[in-house]
């Protein structure tokens, strides 16, 4: 039987999206709700900057409907400390802030390490060790983001699949493209789609992402987030996966109001996000 594959995006509030995504005169205290009921999952990349108390998490949670679900990027800090004990110190502190009040609508939980960082055995298998496999009751699923060298050999998957653990697949041609086949999930970051296609990506690219989740949920439970490049284009890309997959979401008690197409100009006049 396949696993569930789950789309969305990085966040819910970009200004752009008031004209691409959000249907006209939406306030930003509505956006969460209709952005959880067009895609099925969310990036959460403010979570990476900042920590949050348990009611905004339990906030979201309530806002969301049954099935929608939150991965949150871990601070920046958690993934830059050397010692054991201070990786346990700073990873705890982002998992104490109250996460779990999302209960079960918590997806994978990103820690994105800096570019600078190459692979090195015994620290990863340190990092990995401190990384609780449950908390509050909850089961957490772990994902490495990887950036730098060396990452793309048997040693860094073996650390996975004994820690319960992934990697980020990143679809960028900077980062490595990385896959993990020794866990229960799979999460891909597709950051490469374009202003000049009104969807983000091309119909063959659509098909392949769609190709790509299809095959990894026959063993997996699989989460696909579009970040970066052109941000304004993503919430369309993102609905063009889940309509490919056929796994778009209705909208209960809410007109479908979302906007088909971007007009090129406004899409023009966006640079290419800063990748995160």
């Given amino acids: 039987?396949?696993?569930?594959?789950?789309?969305?995006?990085?966040?819910?509030?970009?200004?752009?999206?008031?004209?691409?995504f959000y249907p006209a005169g939406l306030s930003k205290a509505k956006q969460l709700s209709?952005?959880?009921r067009t895609l099925t999952a969310v990036e959460v990349n403010a979570t990476y900057y900042s920590s949050f108390k348990p009611d905004t998490f339990a906030k979201w949670r309530d806002t969301a409907p049954d099935g929608f679900v939150f991965s949150l990027k871990a601070?920046?800090?958690s993934t830059v400390r050397k010692t054991k004990e201070d990786m346990q110190k700073s990873t705890g502190m982002f998992l104490d802030q109250g996460i779990t009040q999302l209960k079960d609508k918590l997806g994978p939980i990103n820690w994105q390490f800096p570019a600078t960082r190459k692979f090195d055995e015994a620290y990863f298998g340190t990092f990995l060790s401190v990384l609780p496999k449950e908390k509050d009751g909850l089961q957490l699923r772990h994902a490495l983001e990887v950036r730098g060298q060396g990452f793309d050999t048997p040693a860094f998957r073996d650390l996975l699949t004994k820690h319960c653990a992934t990697v980020v697949y990143a679809e960028d041609d900077e980062f490595p493209k990385v896959r993990h086949e020794g866990s229960n999930f799979a999460v891909a970051r597709l950051m490469q789609s374009q202003a000049d296609e009104p969807t983000g990506y091309g119909k063959k690219d659509i098909d392949r992402f769609a190709k790509l989740a299809t095959g990894w949920s026959n063993k997996q439970d699989v989460f696909v987030?579009?970040?970066?490049?052109?941000k304004e284009r993503n919430p369309a890309a993102a609905m063009a996966l889940q309509a490919k997959l056929?796994?778009?979401?209705?909208?209960?008690?809410e007109p479908a109001l979302v906007k088909k197409a971007?007009?090129?100009?406004?899409?023009?006049?966006?640079?290419?996000?800063k990748k995160k």
């Fill in 1 to 20: 039987m396949a696993h569930s594959i789950r789309v969305g995006v990085g966040g819910w509030s970009f200004d752009p999206w008031d004209e691409t």
């Fill in 34 to 36: 209709h952005m959880s």
């Fill in 75 to 77: 601070h920046r800090f």
């Fill in 225 to 230: 987030f579009f970040i970066s490049g052109a």
């Fill in 246 to 253: 056929g796994i778009a979401p209705k909208l209960p008690d």
């Fill in 262 to 273: 971007v007009p090129k100009r406004a899409a023009a006049k966006k640079a290419p996000a």
